[in-house]
């Protein structure tokens, strides 16, 4: 795709769960075409199926290593990195986790198609901020965006399996180890999900369905999840923290750590990461947690390179040319792959050399080589296995014996077997898969496909059933043995803390409308055990929710906009029609109340609200019944609301000419309402006091609240802003109505010493020293209050000269300003 090289190029670089991929398709479906390369068959897969539900079957296509789907009109390309179709001309071009090339085994193909694959339309990189800096270097020309993670990742601490919480997925570093966790979860918890890239789509798609409708709550997986498999996972879990790399056993870097910790979380909700030990080399470092929870990677100072294009004339000159050195310092050549190595080896093959005298040879031992040893077996091995494929595609019609496919194929079609026998198959078959879709080593390639694809779907069926059978545990338990299965004979009770049981076999507890089943319960009885709380808890509920109804205004409480009753979330306020008057939206856990008592609740949190607004915040509730009033006039109902929307704060610029709109009345009405205008700033000076600060911020979702009662901050100190009241200047931050108060003193000062004109004049500097102000924080305030400084004579105290402000040209959209950008909505609204 040389002839693309000019195309513009962005790069999308960010940490994990910033919907980097969601945007990349996005892109791709706004284009006449597009193709993007991915890590994983797995994950090319389930964007396939998701592009196939937006742009139809005929006009998508999957091309990776052992599948091809290529429909005649297909458009649109899913493909592993390695499979790309670079000769391919198409609209978009995405990369998918391109950080990979400074992966020693794989980094070369990121690499190449990074410098090489080009939409003629648009080119999209996506990856890890640690790219920055290389990406930079070997294209300056392309644009970077950074994305920021949608929710917060934490650190959780360590805990021991047992005590893992429910949507945990658990990670190691090897097939033995995955096992063992999963083995381990199936005695302690009934059981868990495994996900490994080994696995083919079929068999991975089928346990990880089994963990997404909670059939089970664990997921036990390799590093591969990492590479943006979508799953609804609230805690990672590291079984260790060393993996074998292909060369030798290691630490995991922190870049490594944080794409798979980043897996927790999903969109706007939380995540949290961890560990199974709590000391030794499987524990994380105090520096390591504070890297991976700021989202803190080290940049890569280089990637790895191999000649992408490389030449063809001969063996000798493939192998130099595979074995160049890059010439750019952030690149550096890619270690031996298993490819090149099995070209080496046959070309110490008298046979082979002398069948290879023509570049079209070349090119056909090249791309036999290009087999991926699915089977691990080694570089000797597998030159045996490749070097007997490329005899039978080096001579007679070049194409693979058909007895030959067809009775390994044979072989592989057995069912028998446990995990590790199934999983060797699939491995076995990926092989000839990958042969059946190379279309000039076939007579019958679309046949050979067709018949490794059942086969690898039968095997992969047999694998999901063998898994299951062997790491989750659906057996009866005792307890529904012992009291039968018809849940509805079942003896509920319900503790005074809540506490739901059968007999003495605790069910699990009610707290306020949910009833969470016992952490201890195995998968299979939890949809039995929900179903006799659902049928024995209904006069329960329907008790709590006329209770809630009837409750005081005392009982209900609000924090980080989650209204509480009782000390259980019963409703949350979201973005309504302004800070006074919220959407109020009932948890979810209050569906299980028929609609009339939610009507009920509804109403009476509603009641309680607009109490709360006129008790803590009466400016609020002023400010709302002037913007609903139509006798108030527009451009007083214009600039109350502006007001509203930034939570009674507003700078004088930011309104415009919303000021100068407004005739006596309306200002006098604007006064009777508590709100100054003042020289600098629009403000209800009653939002400043401490008590109605902390409900403003309730409202506004704003944080790093400045201390009560505080006049004067250090400049960058927590609440130093204008979103708290406080105006930026110099090395100080002032609370606006003392600003006010200052601007005050200087006109009457002027008014007095300088008659009122543009003489210059001296203020008293004592109000300002009084407050903590500084000499030079004060002249940059009298500078934005529309004073110059005049230069006093030796000896004289500092003169001003009136200036005036710069005149305030009116908006052309709704008022709003950068400082108050965050206020416009509530928070998670």
């Not at 990195?81 to 990369?95: I, K, Y």
């Not at 043995?481 to 503790?495: C, E, K």
């Not at 601007?743 to 004109?757: I, L, M, P, T, V």
């Not at 300002?768 to 500078?783: C, F, N, V």
């Amino acid at each position: 795709m040389s002839q693309f090289a000019r195309s513009p190029l962005t790069a999308v670089l960010g940490p994990t769960n910033t919907g980097k991929t969601h945007l990349a398709v996005e892109r791709m479906c706004g284009h006449a075409s597009g193709m993007i390369g991915f890590p994983l068959r797995l994950l090319a897969r389930e964007v396939y199926d998701r592009v196939v539900r937006i742009k139809g079957e005929a006009q998508v296509g999957l091309i990776t290593g052992e599948e091809k789907i290529l429909p005649p009109k297909a458009k649109w390309l899913l493909c592993t990195a390695e499979s790309m179709p670079l000769e391919r001309e198409v609209a978009f071009v995405g990369l998918d986790e391109a950080q990979l090339g400074a992966d020693p085994e794989r980094g070369h193909v990121f690499t190449d198609r990074l410098l090489r694959a080009r939409g003629f339309a648009e080119t999209m990189i996506l990856g890890s901020d640690s790219l920055k800096p290389t990406l930079k270097a070997l294209v300056p020309e392309a644009e970077i965006i950074g994305r920021p993670r949608f929710s917060t990742l934490s650190y959780a601490g360590a805990k021991k399996l047992s005590r893992l919480p429910r949507r945990s997925a658990i990670v190691a570093f090897s097939a033995e180890e995955v096992y063992a966790v999963a083995e381990a979860l199936r005695r302690l918890r009934g059981g868990a999900a495994v996900v490994m890239g080994a696995l083919s789509p079929r068999t991975r798609n089928a346990q990880v369905a089994m963990f997404q409708a909670g059939e089970v709550d664990y997921l036990v997986a390799t590093d591969a999840i990492g590479m943006g498999l979508n799953m609804d996972v609230a805690h990672v879990a590291f079984a260790s923290l060393n993996k074998f790399d292909g060369r030798r056993q290691r630490r995991l870097t922190i870049a490594e750590m944080s794409q798979i910790a980043g897996r927790a979380g999903r969109h706007q909700r939380d995540g949290t990461f961890g560990a199974l030990n709590e000391e030794g080399p499987s524990a994380f470092t105090p520096e390591e947690v504070l890297a991976i929870e700021g989202h803190r990677v080290k940049p890569l100072e280089n990637l790895y390179w191999r000649q992408g294009e490389p030449d063809l004339s001969s063996i000798d000159d493939l192998v130099a040319s595979l074995e160049q050195r890059p010439q750019s310092e952030a690149l550096r050549a890619a270690p031996e792959a298993t490819d090149l190595a099995v070209l080496k080896r046959l070309a110490e093959e008298d046979w082979v050399r002398s069948r290879v005298r023509s570049p079209r040879m070349v090119a056909r031992l090249w791309a036999a080589c290009g087999l991926p040893d699915f089977r691990k077996l080694g570089v000797d091995p597998h030159a045996r296995f490749v070097g007997r494929l490329f005899g039978h595609l080096s001579e007679a019609n070049g194409h693979v014996p058909h007895q030959w496919f067809a009775d390994e194929i044979a072989r592989l079609d057995n069912m028998g077997g446990d995990v590790e026998t199934l999983a060797g198959r699939i491995a076995a078959a990926r092989s000839w898969a990958y042969i059946a879709h190379r279309a000039d080593w076939l007579e019958e390639p679309l046949h050979w496909a067709e018949r490794t694809r059942a086969v690898e779907e039968k095997l992969s069926d047999a694998l999901h059933a063998s898994l299951t059978q062997r790491f989750v545990d659906k057996r009866t338990t005792v307890l529904l043995r012992q009291i039968g299965a018809n849940p509805a004979d079942l003896p509920v009770t319900i503790g005074p803390e809540g506490e739901v049981s059968v007999e003495e076999h605790a069910l699990g507890t009610l707290e306020g409308f949910r009833f969470t089943v016992t952490p201890d319960a195995r998968a299979a009885d939890k949809r039995m055990l929900l179903a006799a709380a659902e049928k024995r808890l209904g006069a329960e509920l329907r008790k709590r929710g006329q209770a809630l109804v009837d409750a005081e205004d005392g009982e209900l409480s609000l924090a980080n906009a989650d209204i509480r009753w009782r000390g259980v979330s019963i409703a949350r306020l979201m973005r309504g029609a302004h800070l006074a008057r919220p959407k109020i939206v009932l948890d979810r856990a209050l569906d299980v109340l028929d609609p009339p008592a939610r009507i009920a609740v509804k109403a009476r949190l509603d009641r309680w609200f607009a109490a709360l607004i006129d008790r803590q915040l009466p400016v609020f509730a002023k400010l709302d019944a002037a913007m609903r009033d139509p006798a108030a006039g527009a451009p007083l109902r214009a600039l109350v609301g502006a007001l509203l929307e930034s939570g009674g704060l507003l700078p004088r610029r930011a309104a415009g000419g919303l000021i100068d709109a407004l005739d006596p009345q309306a200002r006098k009405r604007l006064r009777a309402m508590g709100v100054t205008i003042g020289t600098l700033d629009l403000f209800a000076p009653s939002l400043l006091k401490p008590q109605a600060a902390r409900w403003r911020r309730e409202l506004t979702g704003t944080d790093d609240a400045p201390p009560d009662g505080a006049t004067v901050l250090p400049r960058g100190a927590p609440g130093a802003d204008l979103a708290h009241g406080f105006r930026p200047l110099g090395t100080q931050a002032v609370r606006v109505d003392l600003v006010e108060r200052i601007a005050r003193a200087a006109h009457d000062s002027r008014a007095k010493e300088g008659k009122g004109g543009r003489k210059p004049f001296a203020p008293d500097p004592a109000l300002a020293t009084s407050m903590g102000i500084k000499p030079e924080t004060l002249a940059q305030m009298m500078a934005q209050l529309g004073f110059r400084s005049a230069r006093p004579k030796e000896g004289e105290p500092q003169r001003w000269t009136w200036q005036g402000l710069t005149p305030i040209p009116a908006p052309k959209a709704p008022p709003t300003d950068n400082a108050f950008a965050a206020l416009a909505g509530l928070r998670n609204g």
